[in-house]
């Protein structure tokens, strides 16, 4: 029999073979773009800057100096060999007793210590995305749904739907009232779905916002956990972000908003990780954290499938027992971040260009509808991919976090080093200004920018796949250039 | 008539057994069953009455269980144990009898009462009340030392090597700070602490290419572009099972196998798992006559079969898969038009004269066939690292290879330890003193312990690798049945204080059969063990 490639396609699974990676989306166009001509200050200074990646780096000497400092936590010394033998064959799902208790610890000060977190309660998973994907398969069956509001994080579509075959059904919020999560919006998203035969099992929000950068305050959370409580389902809080706040009010765990609340806190699970907060992806390090014991046992069996390596947790049960330098980095990090954000949303100011009002997060929500065409996501898309091919800046739009109106961008800014914030800025200041001046030029020579633009997109059919997981962040990417941007620059 | 009164007496028995554990369990009810019939009224009625009794006692849970089914329905929708099969209502599981609606139809999205967690839940509360899985506990409870708790549990039933630690920890002593730290003035914090390629860095794929093909004894060269690295061989197995077949799908896989499986395989993917059973007469060795059977009774059940599943060398049983076989089941499989997964995750920890040959050993450059055939490898078993969770897909199918690279972001292995490991395994030196050495360990505590067994008056089945015993206690246990074997188990956990893996957790057809890691302990643990056994082996006699 011949084992054709269609066969063979056929031979394969619906999750290996359909969209749910997500990375088809045209919004990818945007990282292919930057990984196939990144910038360099000195090697490639005309190159695309990412600014699509929410990776937290201004605190790295920090790191590297605790382990530096430490080097037994990484089992490399003479001293650190001794624990050797009990790390390496260490294969309890429940995770290292210290890292455990290093977490909970971390877990509570990030939440001011009102609230203390059980270390018993911690569970282990692949990374935000692990967990995220964990909970989801602990708490729905396939075709169930969960509200998310909008905007929401873009990878919400593949790590809440992908493998579980779930559902999302987005609650718009609006800029009208800086996109706060109403009771009223949940209700009718809820019914919406109800209507539609949709069986709905919860709510999952990031607090902070991703994208939006923004907290949700007392009252907000507050009337989310009655909602959830009067229609008995569950809410998901990812507070991956909670320590990037940097400004008042401060940020408040769902774990201290339900202590002095009459619910049913069965409901309530919490997901949390260290690639944010601590700037360590690399490291993989999720954590589910459920106040129902069933899902909690559930997960914990789940975690099986994303380990953390026992190397690892020691390494990180030794960094975040360390409370001096824990206090440190917590504090040196967010005057870091308010620092960077001030810098970019003040720059952006001067040349009229607006953002929401935000004080967490790696990234702001930037206001570029007066800059659209007219209302539309298609005018955004038009926008975006000029800002892309043209200002070399990799944002991403909202339309690819759902937002429900046009025109908002989200721009990471702490994934650069200073000197790089200077170039984009410089960039978006040129753009807007020449964007003035166009106002008076020629059709002819508009016409001729959207033809340079078709050529640069359809370039991008050169790179597949791999690329498009965030591993290229190197400045000095190895995939060679295409001949087509080269021959632009 | 004393037949049929005594099938009847047994009835809620097997009933029991049949719920509780599937058709494997309903088998072991059936062997005895001949053994007693067949004194009495001869091979013919021996058979035909279980198996009559078998079919009618399906179709009355069938009514049973719809009529459970419909209550679940209408109280919650997420209460349905397997919620994607049942969802994707293609199964009839005997001819006949049509599947019931009920459970054929998505969950009724209409009807709300109170909303609790998803149907997974439930199925690992049930799952964790396996011997299996209350043995690790208890073991884990309350360890045995010599010194600080004489009367604690020993633990022959978890699979770690503990024999050749020294070895890796010696190198780490002298290399270890040159891996991450590269002493202090070059620790590159950029390789460690930002997004890395889900699925392993180039390097490390070369380094466990590299070590792959050493472990191997070089017969096979491994191309890294073909590797994909996940937090171990369970997210491994549960990524190409994810990848290979759909919810409701199912893959043939021999008995005894690892109790690890069933969640690995089938709990989030709603993949189902067909026994295909080997015997003690061929010495648990898989023959292709079962593997037709099994395939075809999935059929008329109505199951899409996606693939086979191999373990080789095998766990629980220890055999190796001879290279007629490996060629036998390539024919099959291509035959039947379905993948292969196999599990080589104790290939370089094999211990006997036999020869250990790889399933990507088979494999021409230009063999159209390579597109089905998947390798699981993991570093936990051969490079004794349990703890650092790093396991490995081998495939020659570039879409599988894509999809499964995209997967691994949910499992992805830490930095780190990435870091660690790549100067560990480009050590060639090294890594060659650990394989030789390991295997000599190994092959002595193996014999040691097949001997201790023997005086005791208990054979175990010739094997060459893994870390394991596969020994036959049938003579010891009271009723020749699951059961029996439960109340030997439950004796050697609670009277002799030693954790074992009884076969019934492997989905052995046959009972009395038990897996017994030898690797866990020191020389000096052994007549400890033996000791212990003993005593229940004596009293075990006595009551029979």
Known sequence: ?489 | MTQTLYSRTRSPEIEKEIAGGGGGAAMRVIVPLQGVVQGRGGLVLGSIIPCALFYFLQFYLKRNRKDTDDQNNSNSSGQNPNPRSSSYGKLSELPGLTRSLSRGLPSPRSLRGPVFVSGRVRGIVKDSDSPYYVGLRRAKEDPYDELSNPNGVIQLGLAENKLSLDLVKHWLADNAEQAILRNGKELSISQIVPYQPFDGSMEFKVAVAGFMSQVMEKAVSFNPSQVVLTAGATPAIEILSFCLADAGNAFLVPTPYYPGFDRDIKWRTGVEIIHVPCRSTDNFNLSIAALDQAFDQAKKRGLKVRGIVISNPSNPVGNLISRGTLYSLLDFAREKNIHIISNELLAGSTHGNEEFVSMAELLDPDDSDRKRVHIVYGLSKDLSLPGFWVGVIYSYNEEVLAAAKRLARFSSISAPTQCLLVSMLSDAKFVQTLITINRERLQSMYAQFVAGLKKLGVECIKSSGGFYCWADMSGLIRSYNKKGELELWDKLLNIAKVNVTPGSSCHCIEPGWFRFCVTTLTEKDIPVVMDRIQKVSETSKLNR
Request: charged letters at 25%.
């Open chain 1, 1 to 489: 029999m011949e084992f054709t490639r269609k066969n063979s396609r056929q031979l394969l699974s619906k999750i290996a073979t359909n969209d749910g990676h997500g990375e088809n989306s045209p919004y990818f166009d945007g990282w292919k773009a930057f990984d196939s001509n990144p910038f360099h200050p000195t090697q490639n200074p005309h190159g695309v800057i990412q600014m699509g990646l929410a990776e937290n780096q201004l605190c790295f000497d920090l790191i590297k100096k605790w382990i530096l400092e430490n080097p037994d936590a990484s089992i490399c010394t003479a001293e650190g060999i001794d624990k050797f033998r009990d790390i390496a064959i260490f294969q309890d799902y429940h995770g290292l007793k210290e890292f455990r208790e290093g977490v909970a610890k971390f877990m509570g000060r990030v939440g001011g210590n009102r609230v203390t977190f059980d270390p018993n309660r911690i569970v282990m998973s692949g990374g935000a995305t692990g967990a995220n994907e964990t909970v989801m398969f602990c708490l729905a069956d396939p075709g169930d749904a969960f509200l998310v509001p909008s905007p929401y994080y873009a990878g919400f579509a593949r790590d809440l739907r992908w493998r579980t075959g779930l559902d999302i059904v987005p609650v718009d919020c609006k800029s009208s009232n800086n996109f706060r999560i109403t009771r009223a919006a949940l209700e009718e998203a809820y019914e919406k779905a109800q209507k539609s035969n949709i069986n709905v099992k919860g709510v999952i929000i990031a607090n902070p916002s991703n994208p939006l950068g923004t907290v949700l305050d007392k009252e907000t959370t507050r009337s989310l956990v009655s909602f959830i409580n009067d229609k008995s389902i569950h809410l998901v809080c990812d507070e991956i972000y909670a320590a990037t706040v940097f400004g008042s009010p401060r940020f408040i765990s769902i774990a201290e908003i339900i202590q002095d609340m009459d619910c049913d806190r069965d409901l309530i699970h919490i997901v949390y990780s260290l690639s944010k907060d601590m700037g360590f992806p690399g490291f993989r390090v999720g954590i589910v954290y459920s106040f129902n014991d069933d899902v909690m046992n559930c997960a914990r069996k789940m975690s099986s499938f994303g380990l953390v390596s026992s190397q690892t947790q020691f390494l990180l049960a030794a960094m975040l027992n360390d409370e001096e330098f824990v206090g440190n980095f917590l504090r040196e990090s967010s005057k870091r971040l308010a620092k960077r954000h001030n810098v970019f949303t003040k720059g952006l100011e001067r040349v009229g260009i607006s953002s929401l009002k935000s004080h967490a997060g790696l990234f702001f929500w930037m206001d570029m509808r007066p800059l659209l065409k007219e209302q539309t996501v298609k005018a955004e898309i038009e926008l975006w991919r000029v800002i892309i091919n043209k200002v070399k800046l990799n944002v991403s739009p909202g339309s690819s976090f759902q937002c429900s109106e046009p025109g908002w961008f989200r721009v990471c800014f702490a994934n650069m080093d200073d000197e790089t914030v200077e170039v984009a800025l410089e960039r978006i200041r040129d753009f807007v200004l020449q964007g003035k001046e166009k106002n008076h030029a020629s059709e002819k020579s508009k016409h001729w920018k959207n033809q340079n633009l078709r050529l640069s997109f359809s370039s991008s059919r050169l790179y597949d796949e791999s690329l498009m997981s965030p591993h290229m962040m190197s400045p000095h990417s190895p995939i060679p250039r295409s001949p087509l941007v080269r021959a632009r620059n």
